[in-house]
């Protein structure tokens, strides 16, 4: 490494940047200067050449040593100590210090600095800096101000208290084993949704769940997406995670359906009769003809709603609509504006992404947006309007479920470049690279996902509020909080704009505070959070988030020992939840069978005839493998192993390798397992196959049987009991 390179990557390694890192096979890759200075070139750091890196090595020295204070520190509750920044020699000087509650207590104290305890130190020119740890006594946890006055100067921040590990609930505690139910809600099929599962489906799919013994019930992310492009489906890439997608509302359940006259002769029209119809057989969701059909549907609701409750003399419905809007502050505002402008600016034909709009209208807080939104105040208010009957509905299908429990969401690891989130603060979230994944197993050219990574920086800066806002959004209505690719709260990968996937590197984030900030919301919610720690899992990262109370994510698929078998069950964590496989993967059968490399093949998504040979080869060592280990588990016989697999190249598929596979995570000792319902269902085909965007039918697939078929399935009921016999094996 020359001289030049390893100034750079002193430079890397102060801003967080990876300038090596290892593979999921443990090996250590470096990584191209270009990349590193890619990156921290979209982090505002110039590292262009031998002074720009000095100078800037120096610059982010100087700032993590600072004598101020960071906009948020965060603490364990009962700890009671904040590391501060003195200069010193300062003897005798003292440290006060002014503690403000957040229920309003207000507590002093002083410290003088030579009782403080040094836990590092700087020499600088004229001075040594040190780190020491200022004692405040216990303190609740919370989110509290806290005021230090030394040397004539007063700096404050925001003192996040936490405790050390996340909630977790009764259910879920002392040994107790669990079982959930999960779905893709917009796949749900019913006699009365209209072609997509809705809010009003998820109360009697819960009591189905209820009714099965399940205590969750678990659901795809409900975040809102792109209302103007109903063709924009994926879950996982949404406008924005601080909201919902009001194409889950249940239209008919709408109070001001029954009131709006225009509606209900809409709605009993010969044409929309068909329309359902059509619909409702549909084997995909017609997402741009629902959005459509809706659309209409929530004008008139809204149109109905103003006239009759927001007038001079608000209603009670209006003045709760007040307040709705008032708690949902600028974001809900800004949220509403720019889907508002996103429509206009695609019926003006403007493009999709914000980012080649008129500039004024990129930036959210200008003049130019403002007069936008006094003009179409109406649409801005449709949005907020669809936002609170979402909440509402979705509010009332939580209280209802009847699960001990309750539902089980799941937020997304980011968000769309394109979307709400990203327009209402771009210096939060960054242009010029995509999170993505590096070379692994599955997927050895790397992933690009296309998201906007959150700047660590600037989410520092703005004290943590951004996740905190998304934390408190998810888990809204829900006891269980699944977070998608949970090694972000350490680090992600950042792919440069233009680069391959492979030319990535990791950057890190305040791993620390996230972590106990996901603690305090967990508790302050009552909601229990599941990590999403598949892929490339850096060293140690699993034990720190046991020791955080928070579930690791196993999948039997994966649960491999070093010769590549499967996991008996009791090798299993007890801290995780258990389950066959994932949105994106196989079905069991879909895996039994095959289907998903026939979809790869069939795709040309392999690189070469040799690759696909390759992973025919594995799978039929895997069924083998799962077999075994479904034997020597106890929950197969080998007479029903020999049926299911006469041959290797002959797989039978039959109700009983599902129930096989469940009684083997039942018997887990995993605080919670996991059921899919397309599992339960026997279905073929997985609800999303990464590597593709409209080569592949992704999230659009509807379950092969209606609510009300499966409310009455035995074969359903009876794989439920197998699963819930199996949660109480010892």
């Known amino acids: 490494m020359t001289a030049g390179n390893e100034s750079l990557c002193r430079l890397a390694e102060g801003a967080g940047v990876a300038w090596r890192y290892r593979d999921i096979t443990g090996e250590e890759r470096q990584v191209p200067a270009d990349t590193i200075t890619a990156i921290l070139a979209i982090l505002g750091i110039a590292a262009g050449n031998a002074r720009e890196i000095a100078e800037s090595t120096e610059r982010l020295e100087r700032a993590a040593w600072d004598e101020g204070l ?83 100067r007063t700096v404050e921040t925001t003192l ?98 029954a009131e709006s006259t225009a509606a209900q002769a809409l709605a009993a029209s010969t044409d929309i009769a ?54 949902g502050g600028e974001a809900l505002e800004r949220y509403a504006r720019f889907t508002a402008l996103h429509e206009h600016m695609l019926q003006e034909g403007r493009g999709f992404a914000w980012s080649v709009w008129p500039r004024p209208l990129r930036d959210a807080g200008s003049r130019e947006v403002a007069e936008f939104a006094a003009a179409h105040r109406a649409q801005i208010e449709l949005h907020q309007y669809l936002q609170w009957e979402a909440d509402r509905q979705l509010g009332e299908a939580a209280a209802a479920a009847n699960l001990p429990l309750g539902l089980y969401r799941d937020l997304a690891v980011g968000v769309d470049p394109n979307g709400a989130e990203a327009w209402s603060d771009p210096s939060l979230t960054v242009t010029g690279a995509s999170v993505g994944a590096p070379p692994d197993a599955y997927n050895m050219q790397g992933q690009n996902w296309g998201l906007a990574p959150i700047n660590p920086m600037a989410l520092q800066r703005a004290g943590y509020a951004p996740f905190i806002a998304a934390l408190r959004a998810n888990m809204r209505h829900a006891g269980i909080l699944r977070i998608d690719h949970v090694m972000a709260l350490m680090h992600l990968y950042w792919v440069p704009s233009g680069a391959a996937a492979t030319e990535g590197t990791y950057v890190a984030y305040p791993f620390t505070d996230l972590r106990r900030i996901v603690a305090l919301e967990s508790w302050r919610q009552r909601c229990a959070v599941i990590g999403e720690d598949l892929g490339t899992v850096p060293p140690g990262f699993r034990e720190v988030m046991a020791e955080a109370g928070v579930l690791s994510y196993r999948l039997l698929l994966f649960e491999r020992d070093e010769k590549g078998a499967f996991l008996s069950p009791e090798r299993y964590p007890a801290l995780a939840s ?31 005839a040799d690759a696909a040979a390759a992973e025919m080869q594995a799978r039929r060592r895997d069924r083998q493998l799962l077999l075994a280990a479904l034997v020597a588990a106890g929950v197969l016989t080998e007479e029903a192993a020999k049926r299911l697999l006469p041959n290797e190249d002959a797989p039978h598929f039959t109700p009983g390798l599902v129930v096989a596979v469940h009684r083997f995570l039942g018997r ?47 074969d359903i009921a009876a794989l439920a009991r197998a699963f819930g016999a199996a949660r109480k094996t010892p």
């Open 578 to 608: 258990a389950a066959f496989s994932t949105h994106d993967l196989a079905t069991l059968r879909g895996f039994w069978l095959a289907r998903d490399l026939e979809w790869r093949r069939d795709l040309a998504l392999y690189p070469s």
């Open 274 to 327: 068909r329309q359902l119809e059509t619909l409702r057989a549909a084997t995909l969701v017609d997402y741009p003809e629902v959005a459509a059909l809706k659309a209409r549907f929530f004008d008139a609701l809204y149109r109905a709603f103003a006239a009759a409750d927001l007038g001079s003399a608000p209603s009670e419905r209006g003045l709760a609509f007040r307040r709705f809007q008032a708690d």
């Open 70 to 152: 960071p906009k948020a520190v965060t603490i364990i509750a009962d700890d009671g100590t904040v590391p501060v920044i003195l200069a010193v020699p300062e003897a005798g000087r003292h440290v006060e210090w002014t503690l403000r509650l957040e229920d309003g207590e207000t507590r002093h104290g002083a410290s003088a600095s030579a009782d403080l305890a040094v836990l590092e130190s700087r020499r600088e020119p004229r001075r040594r800096v040190v780190r020491c740890a200022l004692p405040l006594g216990r303190v609740p946890p919370g989110y509290h101000r806290l005021s230090l006055a030394r040397n004539g």
């Open 160 to 257: 996040i208290a936490a405790p050390r590990r996340c909630y977790l609930p009764p259910a879920l505690g002392e040994g107790r084993r669990a079982w959930a139910l999960m779905a893709q809600l917009y796949g749900v099929r019913s006699s009365r949704n209209w072609g997509i599962g809705d809010f009003g489906d998820l109360a009697p799919l819960s009591r189905i769940a209820a009714g099965l013994g399940a205590a969750a019930l678990g659901i795809n992310p409900l975040h809102a997406l792109f209302p103007a492009e109903p063709r924009h489906i994926s879950p996982y890439s949404p406008s924005s995670r601080l909201f919902l997608n009001p194409l889950y509302i249940d239209v008919e359940s709408v109070p001001d359906f």
């Open 668 to 714: 887990s000792p995993a605080a919670l397992a996991l059921m899919q319902i397309e599992d339960a269902l026997g279905e073929l085909e997985q609800a999303n196959l990464p590597g593709t965007v409209d080569q592949h039918p992704n999230w659009r697939r509807k379950l092969s049987r209606t609510l009300e078929a499966m409310a009455r399935d035995a």
